[in-house]
């Protein structure tokens, strides 16, 4: 097997890196970072070094490029670990659904209340159509929870992309205190044991760059 390096963001920020990161370490994979600090001037250069479109995260394996956090996730749940779906087909379609729905949309989470791991601003960024895709957010959890979660405490029991897809939210949740009950309070509490999560989160605050605004 090639070396597989990930090419991601700051932790503190990139919200898209952390994805297919923790997709990578739930895998049991062993794999290199190259960090591109994305306050940094020379970003533009370092990421169009690596990145075909310009953006993290981007995966190099061998002489293949992946990019873009849903495909990354995707090649790697094919390559090394089915597991990362759910078996059933229904549900492993369902799963695809939330993962797409979190990827093309929630532009008002993202732009107003966007990842920063290390620092607390409770209260803001909470405008209507922000606390609108929290409420679709929390239905997609409960939903999940409750009629395909019995196995475990993640969204179809065991860890799959769809929990990587969610896990920037949670970390979000956290910074700006939104306030969480019953099945999502509990969900937001088992995402944030992971190990690999806290791991994310410990080396986010290791880092000193701060980023004007990212979504
Ligand atoms: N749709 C892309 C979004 C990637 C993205 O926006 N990445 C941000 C960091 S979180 C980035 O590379 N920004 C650098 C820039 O735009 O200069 C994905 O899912 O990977």
């Not at 923790?22 to 049991?28: R, T, Y």
């Not at 970072?33 to 600090?37: F, G, L, M, Q, V």
């Given at each position: 097997m090639t070396e597989l390096t990930l090419v991601i963001g700051d932790k503190n920020y990139s919200s898209w890196s952390l994805r297919p990161w923790?997709?990578?370490?739930?895998?049991?994979l062993k794999f290199s970072?190259?960090?591109?600090?994305l306050g940094s001037p020379?970003?533009?250069a370092e990421l169009r070094r690596y990145s075909p479109s310009g953006k993290v995260p981007v995966l190099i394996d061998g002489d293949l490029k992946v990019w873009e956090s849903l495909a990354i996730c995707e090649y790697v749940a094919e390559r090394f670990a089915n597991h990362l779906w759910p078996a059933d087909i229904a549900e492993k379609a369902i799963a695809r659904s939330i993962c797409a729905e979190m990827h093309a949309g929630f532009h008002n989470l993202r732009e107003n209340m966007p990842l920063d791991c290390r620092n607390r601003y409770p209260g803001e960024g909470m405008t209507p159509a922000t606390e609108a895709e929290i409420d679709r957010i929390i239905a997609i959890w409960r939903k999940c929870r409750q009629k395909f979660g019995k196995s475990g405490n993640m969204l179809f029991g065991n860890f799959t992309v769809a929990d990587a897809m969610f896990a920037p939210v949670v970390l979000r949740f956290v910074t700006y205190d939104v306030k969480l009950y019953s099945e999502a309070r509990d969900y937001a509490d088992a995402i944030l044991a992971l190990p690999a999560l806290q791991e994310w989160v410990a080396e986010a605050y290791k880092e000193s760059e701060s980023v004007l605004h990212l979504i």
């Open positions: 923790l997709v990578m370490k739930q895998a049991g970072e190259i960090k591109i600090p020379a970003r533009h």
